[in-house]
Nanobody, 124 residues
Framework: QVYLVESGGGSVQAGGSLRLSCTTS????????VAWFRRAPGKEREFVVG????????GYADSVRGRFTASRDDSEKKLYLQMNNLKPEDTAVYYC?????????????????WGQGTQVTVAS
C-alpha cells in the first residue's frame, strides 16, 4: 500500500513553533527526493524546501529561510519540517511530496506523490 501522511499542524500565535511530520511507505520514499510545499487560501502552491535523495537541501524559500529546518530520516521513511518564529503569512495547508527526479525540485509538477496536507494557522 502506498501512503503519504502529514501531521503536526495546528493553530499558534505569531512567534510560536510547530514541527510537521510526513510518514510515507518505503516504495515512495527510499531513493526519492522529497519536498514540502504550502498553499495559502487564494494563492498558488508555493515551494518551501526540498531534500534530494543524497540528503542535500534544495532551497529554502526566501520567505522561510532562517526560520524553518527540514530533515529526512531514510530509516524511518519520514520527512520533517521544524518551523520556528512563525508569522501570519505562514498560514497555509502544508503538503509533503516525493519524486524520483533530483532536479528542478522547486517545481510542483516534478512530484508524483502528494499527501493530503496539514493545516497551519498562525494568529497575529
Amino acid at each position: 500500500q502506498v501512503y503519504l501522511v502529514e501531521s503536526g499542524g495546528g493553530s499558534v500565535q505569531a512567534g510560536g513553533s510547530l514541527r510537521l511530520s510526513c510518514t510515507t511507505s518505503r516504495d515512495i520514499f527510499s531513493g526519492y527526493s522529497v519536498a514540502w510545499f504550502r498553499r495559502a487560501p487564494g494563492k498558488e502552491r508555493e515551494f518551501v524546501v526540498g531534500i534530494r535523495r543524497s540528503g542535500d537541501i534544495v532551497g529554502y524559500a526566501d520567505s522561510v529561510r532562517g526560520r524553518f529546518t527540514a530533515s529526512r530520516d531514510d530509516s524511518e521513511k519520514k520527512l520533517y519540517l521544524q518551523m520556528n518564529n512563525l508569522k501570519p503569512e505562514d498560514t497555509a495547508v502544508y503538503y509533503c511530496a516525493t519524486t524520483t527526479t533530483d532536479y528542478r525540485l522547486w517545481t510542483w509538477s516534478q512530484y508524483t506523490y502528494w499527501g493530503q496536507g496539514t493545516q497551519v494557522t498562525v494568529a497575529s
